[in-house]
């Protein structure tokens, strides 16, 4: 009999233990979600009082970065914490936090609190650092209003890409990528803002802006008369409106002459060039350059230029100023007849040369 005494004993304390060991009722964040980044340093928890204990004086807890983090009388310190939630204040560069909570009554008997069973809840991630080292890339100068953009990031997941400013994406953020085809909306010739922004997982966001002038205009050669040599040397401009690329001697076709020179010019070498043209007979000399010889700098190519001068030989009058006999040299351009003093005064012939070119005058 008294060995079944003894065994019923031990059934009921085990009972009562278990009754003091049930979990946390309802424990929860009001502001968090589990495993979700959030920039809020404050986080709140909540939960409901136990409805198995008959002893509680309160809540003994701890919130770390440690999910196997166990409160035993060894760690706890002071008085319990009485109510049923509690604020707290993180941050962090996507730190992970965990919220440990216990519940403890005082035994005058054992002079210690006892403690019930343990809950954790988390991990709660804080993220108040944006991303970092934006970059953006894009043509200095493009011809098509699709234009490459390069965005390198640390920290982001999501991207923003506007052409009227930050943040007016009406609420498109697309997985980051590195390679990006945008298109201007504003296809106008000029330069043209391209804003872009970044964001995190929790919201932080960081921009940045660059700048591509869009030209979609081909470029194209003046070409001028500059000089006509005693040594029958025809001296030609050839002006280009914007700088280009790609042009040499050998893209420049001469009719009925040849190229005795060709060089760049010294103040602005990749827009004008000098040509010295040496005529092979009397009649039309033309100078020609086709299209697409040469790109600016957003990769158009030139539009077709030329221009064609008049080389012979004619007898003109000598007229007698002051008792002098003067020779003069016609030059016609275009219909219009400029008269030019010689230095040979004795001479009855002259070289005569012209050009036609409607859109071209000295």
């Known amino acids: 009999m008294k060995t079944i005494f003894i065994i019923v004993y031990i059934m009921l304390a085990g009972m009562v233990y278990g009754q003091d060991q049930m979990q946390m009722e ?24 136990p409805s198995t204990y008959t002893q509680l004086d309160g809540y003994f807890m701890v919130f770390n970065q440690n999910d196997t983090y166990q409160l035993d009388n060894s760690n706890i310190a002071g008085q319990p914490f009485e109510g049923t939630s509690q604020l707290i204040n993180c941050s962090g560069d996507d ?97 043209k803002t391209i804003f872009v922004q970044c964001s995190d997982l929790a919201g932080n966001t960081t921009e940045s802006a660059v700048v591509t002038t869009l030209d979609q205009s081909a470029p194209s050669a003046a070409i001028t008369l500059s000089d006509f040599t005693g040594d029958h040397i025809f001296i030609v401009n050839l002006t280009f409106n914007e700088t280009i690329t790609g042009f040499e001697e050998s893209d420049v076709a001469v009719g009925n002459g040849n190229i005795v020179s060709f060089v760049s010019d010294e103040i602005h070498p990749d827009k004008k060039y000098i040509l010295e043209i040496s005529p092979e007979w009397e009649g039309l000399v033309t100078i020609y350059i086709p299209e697409g010889v040469a790109k600016d700098r957003a990769g158009n190519k030139n539009v077709t230029s030329s221009m064609t001068l008049q080389y012979g ?23 219009i007849y400029v008269e030019m003093k010689k230095k040979q005064y004795h001479e009855l012939h002259s070289e005569f040369f012209a050009f036609s070119d409607q859109n071209k005058s000295l």
Request: hydrophobic share 35%.
């Open 26 to 49: 309802n424990l929860a964040s009001e502001t968090h979600q589990i495993n979700q980044p959030l920039p809020y340093t404050q986080i709140r928890m909540t939960w409901d009082e």
């Open 95 to 191: 730190d992970f936090y965990y919220f440990h909570i216990v519940p403890a009554y005082y035994d005058f008997n054992l002079f210690e609190y006892v403690l019930g069973q343990q809950s954790t809840v988390g991990p709660y991630r804080i993220d108040t650092k944006p991303p970092y080292n934006l970059n953006v890339l894009a043509p200095a100068v493009t011809s098509s209003s699709s234009v490459d953009l390069t965005i390198t990031v640390m920290g982001a997941m999501t991207m923003c890409i506007s052409n009227s400013g930050f943040g007016d994406c009406q609420g498109q953020w697309p997985d980051l990528s590195t390679y990006n085809q945008w298109y201007l909306a504003d296809t106008e010739n000029g330069p």
């Open 313 to 335: 030989s004619y007898s003109v009058p000598a007229l007698n100023v002051w008792g002098m006999a003067v020779l003069f040299t016609i030059l016609q351009i275009s219909n």
